[in-house]
Antibody, heavy 125, light 108 residues
Framework: EVQLLESGGGLVQPGGSLRLSCAASGFTFSSYAMSWVRQAPGKGLEWVSAISGSGGSTYYADSVKGRFTISRDNSKNTLYLQMNSLRAEDTAVYYC??????????????????WGQGTLVTVSS | EIVLTQSPATLSLSPGERATLSCGASQSVSSSYLAWYQQKPGLAPRLLIYDASSRATGIPDRFSGSGSGTDFTLTISRLEPEDFAVYYCQQYGSSPQTFGQGTKVEIK
């Protein structure tokens, strides 16, 4: 069974930093691109960032480009999201999601399945 | 980026009724790369439909998807009590992938 378990959320002041982790199991982690998707309280879904299976290619939404960095450690089956210069509008539940198979440094058009349970990031003074 | 507009915002129906949810795209969605997700309060979204009309593993056949180009539909043939939730469409044919704002299916 595929499982994704996020951690690292919490309360941080504006301008601060936080690193999220997503521990994956039940599939060959290095063969799949992965993404982060967020949901502000009471709002809809927003794709944030993606990374290829090898980690060689990364992708970002304009809203986080230059502030967030996605990475992965395939030896630990773990996905990360380093978030710097955080703003109030970054407050959201952050979900880790698995994309389609694409072995290597590639990313193919893909639905998101499954989703982790999410971790809440609150940016407030 | 492609903007997805879902209608209606809220659908009030009774168990056993048919639900029809719409998702309109501002540009044609490449290769019908459109998905539907269900989200219940406090839980993560769950994939229902991908590639516009393919049901995800374990999804009951009362859920069906159709459409192409700029107009897509999710149909729930007979609503069960557990189907009352928020539904989102997503396009993944163009970067960045985008989501609709959601349709809430509530008990009438």
């Amino acid at each position: 069974e595929v499982q994704l378990l996020e951690s690292g959320g919490g309360l941080v002041q504006p301008g601060g930093s936080l690193r999220l982790s997503c521990a994956a199991s039940g599939f060959t982690f290095s063969s799949y691109a992965m993404s982060w998707v967020r949901q502000a309280p009471g709002k809809g879904l927003e794709w944030v960032s993606a990374i290829s299976g090898s980690g060689g290619s990364t992708y970002y939404a304009d809203s986080v480009k230059g502030r967030f960095t996605i990475s992965r450690d395939n030896s630990k089956n773990t996905l990360y999201l380093q978030m710097n210069s955080l703003r109030a509008e970054d407050t959201a539940v952050y979900y880790c999601v698995k994309e389609a198979y694409c072995g290597g440094d590639c990313r193919t058009p893909s639905e998101f399945d499954p989703w982790g349970q999410g971790t809440l990031v609150t940016v407030s003074s | 980026e492609i903007v997805l507009t879902q209608s209606p915002a809220t659908l009030s129906l009774s168990p056993g009724e048919r639900a029809t949810l719409s998702c309109g795209a501002s540009q044609s969605v490449s290769s019908s790369y459109l998905a539907w997700y269900q989200q219940k309060p406090g839980l993560a979204p769950r994939l229902l439909i991908y590639d516009a009309s393919s049901r995800a593993t374990g999804i009951p056949d009362r859920f069906s998807g159709s459409g192409s180009g700029t107009d897509f539909t999710l149909t729930i043939s007979r609503l069960e009590p557990e189907d009352f939730a928020v539904y989102y469409c997503q396009q993944y044919g163009s970067s960045p992938q985008t989501f609709g704002q959601g349709t809430k299916v509530e008990i009438k």
